[in-house]
């Protein structure tokens, strides 16, 4: 079973940064795409950011272009969004999402294009 784990959510002012991260287990990560979505409270879930399974295509979302970079480390299994000049409104849960060979290419934003989703870890900015 893929069971994309994230971590690394919290509090931080708005200017700041932060950093997540998303664990897959060794057997599935290589070989699939990887996302961020994130849920605001009263808001549908949306679309940030994605990247190829060997991390060189990408899509971001426009309100994040510029502040949010994604890269993946397939040593670790892992994803990274780094996150800079937080603004408010980028508070909500943030998930990550998984998606076998030939699904999903970057540029799909439909969260139900994922097949495998993370519990979500909060990430509040304050004014």
């Known amino acids: 079973q893929v069971h994309p784990v994230e971590s690394g959510g919290g509090l931080v002012q708005a200017g700041g940064s932060l950093t997540l991260s998303c664990t897959v287990s060794e057997q599935y990560y290589s070989s699939y795409a990887m996302a961020w979505f994130r849920q605001a409270p009263g808001k549908e879930r949306e679309f940030v950011v994605a990247i190829n399974w060997e991390g060189k295509n990408t899509y971001y979302t426009d309100a994040v272009k510029g502040r949010f970079t994604i890269f993946r480390d397939n040593v670790r299994n892992t994803i990274f969004l780094t996150m800079s000049s937080l603004k408010p409104e980028d508070t909500a849960v943030y998930y990550c999402?998984?998606?076998?060979?030939?699904?999903?290419?970057?540029?799909?934003?439909?969260?139900?294009?994922?097949?495998?989703w993370g519990q979500g870890i909060q990430v509040n900015v304050s004014s």
């Open positions: 999402a998984a998606d076998p060979p030939f699904g999903v290419v970057p540029s799909d934003i439909d969260p139900h294009k994922y097949d495998y």
